[in-house]
T-cell receptor, first 110, second 116 residues
Framework: QQPVQSPQAVILREGEDAVINCSSS?????VHWYRQKHGEAPVFLMI?????EQKGHEKISASFNEKKQQSSLYLTASQLSYSGTYFC???????????FGAGTQVVVTP | DSGVTQTPKHLITATGQRVTLRCSPR?????VYWYQQSLDQGLQFLIQ???????AKGNILERFSAQQFPDLHSELNLSSLELGDSALYFC???????????????FGAGSRLTVL
């Protein structure tokens, strides 16, 4: 079953913050975050494996609450380069049937 | 260049036809995934192979089939094509064995299929 992402889209000014949420109805082994810029392939940002663990990529960080089966991606002090569609991906075990959420479109304006 | 090679980049064909999309995984990766992305839509998981064997299956239509060959390249066959099959088809690869980064995906540039 696909994870559920929210919001569908967010528009930010440079320097503003945003949070993207990802939740699953199934127990999760891992949560991945990817970013897809327009006309390009998705690119891996980070993976989270433990409850409460945070990872970071530039000024983008994420958390994973294993008990709640939720992950959040934090865009801090957004830059123009952060624009794109962010997907969370989840797997129920260490490998196999890796499903993505519907994506959150992020637009950062000057 | 991600290291994952997909061909062709673009394909235009008619309804009812059959096409084959090809993917060569990144060197060292044993697992190949196929995803379908329709216009401005999400990534729909189709199927995954690991070292030549089917590992997981998603919402793949019966008209579609795939396989992974001994040299680890994979092919996705789409037959009896319909207008709704028009989409961007991504192949991704991963190491595919146990460990933290076993299923971290590296995507190819995609094959854009247009069915007229």
């Amino acid at each position: 079953q696909q994870p559920v992402q929210s919001p569908q889209a967010v528009i930010l000014r440079e320097g503003e913050d945003a949070v993207i949420n990802c939740s699953s109805s199934k127990a999760l082994y891992s949560v991945h975050w990817y970013r897809q810029k327009h006309g390009e392939a998705p690119v891996f940002l980070m993976i989270l494996l433990k409850g409460g663990e945070q990872k970071g990529h530039e000024k983008i960080s994420a958390s994973f609450n294993e008990k709640k089966q939720q992950s959040s991606l934090y865009l801090t002090a957004s830059q123009l380069s952060y624009s794109g569609t962010y997907f969370c991906g989840t797997a129920g075990d260490s490998w196999g049937k890796f499903q993505f959420g519907a994506g959150t479109q992020v637009v950062v304006t000057p | 260049d991600s290291g994952v090679t997909q061909t062709p980049k673009h394909l235009i064909t008619a309804t009812g036809q059959r096409v084959t999309l090809r993917c060569s995984p990144r060197s060292g990766d044993l697992s190949v995934y196929w995803y379908q992305q329709s216009l401005d839509q999400g990534l729909q998981f189709l199927i995954q192979y690991y070292n030549g064997e089917e590992r997981a299956k998603g919402n793949i239509l019966e008209r579609f089939s795939a396989q992974q060959f001994p040299d680890l390249h994979s092919e996705l066959n789409l037959s009896s094509l319909e207008l709704g099959d028009s989409a961007l088809y991504f192949c991704a690869s991963s190491v595919g064995v146990g460990g933290v980064r076993a299923n971290v995906l590296t995507f190819g540039a995609g094959s854009r299929l247009t069915v007229l």
